[in-house]
């Protein structure tokens, strides 16, 4: 794992940040609580800022208005989140790349690799297979004929990528994932289904990142698309035919239906189900375990579903629900007899 | 991946089909708005008969009722959707297997693969293993001892299949897929979690389709049991000892839980949950994300859940199904009320 | 596959048992009306008493109320189940391990391996990894730098441990499970989505089970814990920086969004949902497919959602669901006129 440190000072110039007070070594970050010698922390949600003059941090870093609270030294900056993401970069898990082909993996003699990309142990790289400069193909990895992996781009180990996937550049497919099976489809023929062989494929735009276990379908007819910069979380399940929009961020274990079409700068929360063949207007928000099942034409928040109770209370509510249309009809009625009534009185 | 080309008078023979207009050469399928020279394409939904009359295709699958308005060539058949899925098989991008064990896989002395299968590059096949004619056995996948694997069936990169477990004939399990891991069973001694070591395996039927990253558990006691024709979509929880009926299609993300047993030629949407021990009828339809908490005896459609609303109309909603009991209770009384007043008015 | 046997009065002393009968051999367990000749039974649950006095099995472990009714051997017991859970053991699939590393495995050099562990064919370890005594770890198992694979822990096939997850003793992990991958953590630079590099790990205690492509996520800048003796399903979600307490049990498809934190006890049915930043009390009972969107204080059993109901029905009180604050506003003005003509009446 790899092993960083930077003076204060550097890292205030590469968020554009103001140091104030001494500079240090930084080798790590913390929150504000737990920081301690050498680490970097930062002040973003004014829920935490109790624990601002008490920090042991070194550096942390802050607003303009929050600078006289720090104990230790600052970096001012405009968005302290934002820098904090920046430079969380430096200190990531992940050692830098070692380039080369590791001998045990298995690559076709037809494959195109970079030389300045790494494929580590145990990588299965099928035939006319290109992988571009600076990329890296984890041990495990499995990578299906004439698949595309571009610049800089990270396959954690047992990733696979079916044949004639696409992944563009600066963009990381986390273990388990699987790129490129067949989506879901089927004629009837009166008894039971038949195949419909899926000959589309699915094509990654630049910076995007894939959570571990979640599938892409390949397309049946044209392509499954994922713009640049969407973030999709674990155990997400896009189906064949979907495109997703530019900067969309979806979380755990959402499920999209066939050829709908999310649109940019939307967020998606988990659980949530999109059913097929809808149109999602960009910057749409939905809310945890929500059912979509009809298009969103303006953007904004929706959701679906009930609030959590007391399972005792819950199960009485349950059966109202069932009966909710004879309830809304008893309504009208009395409303129709107490009008009649005042009528008279 | 595979190339093929056909004349247009074959594949009218291969669906019992009748060509109307020249015969040509047809490499691939497309949609009518997208397909061009050397293309199939086909009419199956009244929705696209407006592109009918300009579509590029060489030849469309249509129905009598619509030759006059193809353009080019037409397959005249009863059911194009039905005959566009038999073709598309042809143009599958997946390339015929060569039989033969990779140098690289490990196949435990005691195996017995057909001559006539392919084991990939890295796979690792256990002792006393199966491996029928024509099965494809892909990169990374992983098969336990005593595991049978039946003729024609693929096993797509990095499946696993542990001790045990049998995959029935043309069957086509998705990379990721893990059958055969233990089922979820633990006694409770007071103090914590005792496991039940799960005894039973997995049987999967005849032409089976498994998605990628779904999950079914061996049995406890007995065997967990997918039957002949079963399809099942990506991330697809089954439990231990489910049993599913012939012909019935899952889609993407919905679990079904220990010992229930889904009935024939049902269709369950995606993300939609089956409790445990319940029995659910042959024909049985669910919709998306439907919890199903009792046994269903009489085929249909089902459903549960809430409709996607406005979040802020939401909230004031999910509010009042908290009250709903005594929303309820609260209309009866009004009932009592405003009879009494009538009688006396 | 495990073959093994074992006599009565062996296994009536493992549980503490009192065997009443005939000693015999018992190679295998089976259910009441399943089982045959060599093969123990149980009986646990009132619902199965009247298989009993028919049941074929050599031995049943019965409470002493029921000692009468058995037909061959008996083993009297305070609690059938949880006897059953332990015998169960004895008769797993899993054969025993193998001492020593497989020729095809790839280990850094600077791993230290216990002489008593087994690494797989394909298993891929990384540099200074640790795998401790009597650990077992399975074909086409990666694990990533620094990791710590705990006593008797087992890895099954094709499980990913990323850099620095620590794996405590007498573990479970089941295939496809990725434990380590980043956390779903970005800020947002008014344009798109930065990377918050995860510095945070995962770790679990002893006797944890992790079902078959279950994701548990490093933390952000603290690591995720697992307790001892939790119990995961498969398909389950962990995000970063939850944690979960002891011997809790969580279904398959459950997902737990970043930060929070469950109690110690509590049981969570599948498909559930926990979003974000919250503290469920220990013992805490979640029923399926239910949506935790707020903190848990007090122990007991909690709901959401609505439950089956045939398709019609249900779209029209999905209508009405809509309709529900505007519904509840009518019933307290019709409250109102009610109460006026009461008061003149």
């Given amino acids: ?180 099976a067949d989506g879901f489809g089927f004629a009837h023929d009166g008894q039971g289904w038949v195949k419909i062989a899926q000959a589309g494929s699915v094509i990654l735009g630049d910076d995007v990142e894939v959570g571990s276990n979640t599938t892409i379908d390949r397309g049946a007819l044209s392509d499954t698309l994922i713009a640049n910069g969407v973030k999709l979380d674990n155990q997400i399940q896009i189906a064949h035919n979907v495109e997703i929009g530019e900067s969309t961020a979806i979380a755990g274990c959402t499920a999209i239906a066939g050829s709908t079409r999310i649109g940019s700068h939307c967020t998606i929360a988990g659980m949530s189900g999109v059913t097929g063949h809808l149109d999602i207007a960009d910057r749409t928000h939905i809310t945890a375990m929500t059912l979509v099942s009809k298009s969103i034409k303006e953007s904004g928040a929706y959701s679906s579903g009930t609030g959590v109770e007391p399972h005792a209370q819950w199960k009485r509510n349950v059966v109202r629900f069932r009966q909710l249309d004879d309830l809304s009809q008893r309504v009208k009625n009395l409303e129709k007899l107490v009008k009649s009534l005042l009528n008279k009185a």
């Fill in 1 to 180: 794992m790899a092993d960083f440190a930077a003076k204060a000072s550097d890292l205030a110039r590469r968020v554009d940040g103001n140091l104030v007070g001494d500079d240090c070594h930084i080798d790590s970050m913390s929150t504000l609580d737990k920081a301690g010698v050498g680490q970097l922390s930062f002040l973003s949600n004014a829920k935490y800022q109790k624990q601002l003059p008490g920090t042991q941090a070194d550096v942390v870093l802050v607003t303009e208005e929050f600078v006289d609270l720090v104990p230790n030294s600052a970096i001012v900056v405009a968005d302290p989140y934002l820098a904090f993401a920046k430079l969380s970069q430096l200190f990531d898990w992940r050692s830098p790349i070692v380039p080369g082909i590791a001998s045990s993996a298995q690559i076709d003699s037809s494959a195109d690799i970079d030389p300045t990309a790494q494929i580590a142990k145990g990588a299965i790289v099928g035939a006319q297979v290109k992988v571009a400069a600076d990329a890296y193909v984890g041990p495990g990895v499995v990578i299906g004929e004439g698949a595309i992996v571009g610049e800089s781009t990270r396959l954690e180990a047992n990733v696979t990528l079916y044949a004639g996937v696409t992944v563009g550049k600066r963009c990381i497919i986390h273990s388990g994932a699987v790129i490129g």
